[in-house]
Nanobody, 124 residues
Framework: QVQLVESGGGLVQAGDSLRLSCAASGRTFSRGTMGWFRQAPGKERDFVSAISRSGGSTYYADSVKGRFTISRDNAKNTVYLQMNSLKPEDTAVYYC?????????????????WGQGTQVTVSS
């Protein structure tokens, strides 16, 4: 089994930055593609960003492109999401996910393991 634990969420003002972290354990971290998704109240869980096993390929939702940066440190078994220029519409619970079977994906159902989520609230 894989355990994913997110941290770094909080309450910030519009324009501020946050860095989310997701610590993984249970399987060889470098063999998993990693993704970040978010879910606002009353809405579906949406893709935010994904990163390949080596970190050489990254993917972003259009809504966060240019503001968010995904990275990973395979030596620390951790994936990060640097979020800059935050907007109120970024308010959501952010989830880390791992897939050990395919390539980095934007599709929620390709991911096998999920963290418990961390709340990000951006006030205007």
């Amino acid at each position: 089994q894989v355990q994913l634990v997110e941290s770094g969420g909080g309450l910030v003002q519009a324009g501020d930055s946050l860095r989310l972290s997701c610590a993984a354990s249970g399987r060889t971290f470098s063999r998993g593609t990693m993704g970040w998704f978010r879910q606002a109240p009353g809405k579906e869980r949406d893709f935010v960003s994904a990163i390949s096993r080596s970190g050489g390929s990254t993917y972003y939702a259009d809504s966060v492109k240019g503001r968010f940066t995904i990275s990973r440190d395979n030596a620390k078994n951790t994936v990060y999401l640097q979020m800059n220029s935050l907007k109120p519409e970024d308010t959501a619970v952010y989830y880390c996910a791992a897939d050990y079977y395919g390539l980095a994906s934007i599709r929620l159902y390709d991911y096998n393991y999920w963290g418990q989520g961390t709340q990000v609230t951006v006030s205007s």
